[in-house]
């Protein structure tokens, strides 16, 4: 899952990049309120942590102008302002959830499920297609009820496609999950992580496979 972080605090947006990692959510991070704007409208995020006491503007009249274009993606507000009336003041704007700093990593990671696990959100809890079965809370997959060892991208690629079993993924919808705005990117990366991603499903015996439609995307699907 894409998360997009809007937080001044460096230090504080590494650790949160890094610690959402390792439980299966790809962060683009970004300072100020206008940056993150501007990124939303390139990428599809899953989900938006918003910090109110952004430099170039007021965290809440962000979530409000992102509200006006976007009924649908969550918001969580990551803030240190504990008081009833900065609460209300959030939720009543459109925030889905509130929480405050200091926070634990593994809380914060769990309120972000809670909220894509809600009707006509993203996530699940178990993904099955055909043997194959993806934990999307434990970030562990299985075949056959066996846990094989799989890479954080090829993690990802799978979650995405799993999610939309018998549909495509296209090539462009892949390459933001795996890598949102980095421009460093391999123009074959996406390919050579769902060529991986193949091999481990056919190794570990798995009854479905991907299935690349040039110039279109990829599928999952049953064999």
Do not use: W
């Amino acid at each position: 899952m894409r998360i997009l972080l809007v937080e001044d605090h460096k230090r504080l947006a590494k650790s949160i990049i890094d610690g959402l990692a390792g439980f299966g959510f790809g962060v683009d991070a970004f300072a100020a309120a206008g940056d993150g704007l501007a990124a939303k409208k390139h990428v599809a995020y899953d989900a938006i942590i918003l910090d109110l006491g952004l430099p170039d503007r007021d965290g809440i009249d962000l979530l409000s102008e992102i509200r006006i274009a976007d009924k649908v993606t969550p918001v969580l507000i990551l803030t240190a302002r504990d008081g009833v009336d900065e609460r209300v003041a959030g939720l009543d704007r459109g925030a889905d959830d509130y929480v405050l700093k200091p926070f634990a990593m593994k809380e914060l990671a769990a309120r972000l499920r809670a909220l894509l696990r809600r009707p006509g959100r993203a996530l699940g809890t178990v993904l099955e297609v055909g043997n194959l079965a993806f934990d999307t809370s434990a970030r562990e997959v299985k075949v056959n009820g066996k846990t094989i060892t799989i890479s954080q991208r090829e993690i990802v690629a799978l979650e995405l496609m799993m999610r939309r079993s018998g549909g495509v993924v296209s090539k462009a919808s892949l390459e933001d999950a795996l890598y949102g705005l980095a421009r460093d990117v391999n123009p074959n990366a996406v390919e050579a992580v769902v060529s991986r991603l193949r091999k481990r499903l056919q190794q570990a015996g798995a009854d479905c496979t991907v299935h690349a439609l040039r110039g279109i995307g990829y599928l999952l699907k049953e064999k």
